[in-house]
């Protein structure tokens, strides 16, 4: 025994170092050398970057891809969450799993899926050309590969939250007359308040940040259907690094914000929970 907790130190030791070099060689200096990288060639040439009419675009799409794809993924996480937790049905396992796809489904196979269904060989393309409505190379399209791919964050953060808190307030609430609306909002949301924002933050940082779905069905176009991962792709392709850096910076920023968040978020979730 006494050779055991003689050994514990140095294992810990060893474990932690292991631990802080490992996040230093994959995140740290991957981070650094960005922002190295970024500012090689000065704060005006990074501010002409990322202030360049393309960059402006590409950061307003994404901006409105996320604007309308949280809110989205809010009211269906609720509802899910809701029906999952508050009522034994039939297919209630098969709702869960349909919560879960975007996590199996690589998100290039999802924006090919909208391609399928939405492109100029599906059947649909033809009803979509008669309203003048197109969602494929267009705006639609990169809000519903966002929309797709950020759905399960706030269902899957609630989910757990709600189960453990059960019913019974619920049903206490209802026996002294509230009616749908009253428990929900003076019973149901106070309790998931910490876990929904959490899954807000997680929905809104995969939403930014994704590139897969987004680039098969964006079309690429400048200007009009790049969001910001895609503009640090043509920009790095066009050999323009430091440019391409700049904006990764922008990315970076919005990103480290969403962190802060999900940490607070996170922070207030296990005080509640403990």
Known sequence: MQKI????????????????????LLLVLPLLTVIAQGFAKGFSFFWEAISEDDTLSALKLTLLAVSIAVPL???????????????????????????????SISPIVAGLIYVLLFGAQSWLYPHLQAVDFQII?????????????SVPF??????????????????????????GWQIFCYVTLPNIKWALLHGVVLCTA????????VSVVSGHIRGVTNTLPLQ???????????AAFSVAILLLCLSLILLFLRQWTEHKLVRELA
């Open 5 to 24: 907790i003689k050994k514990r130190p140095l294992a810990e030791y060893f474990l932690i170092s292991s631990a802080v070099i490992l996040f230093a």
């Open 154 to 179: 706030v269902a899957r953060e609630i989910i757990p939250v709600m189960e453990a808190q059960g019913v019974a307030e619920e049903e206490a609430a209802t026996v002294l007359g509230a009616n």
């Open 137 to 149: 190379y267009a705006i639609p399209g990169i809000i519903l590969a966002t929309l797709f791919i």
């Open 232 to 242: 640090i792709e043509i920009l790095y392709n066009e050999y323009n690094a430091a």
């Open 73 to 103: 993924n809010v009211v269906f996480g609720i509802a899910a969450a809701w029906v999952v937790t508050k009522y034994q049905f039939r297919g209630r396992q098969l709702l869960l799993t349909l919560i879960d796809l975007p996590f």
């Open 206 to 213: 995969r939403a930014l940040g994704e590139f897969g779905a």
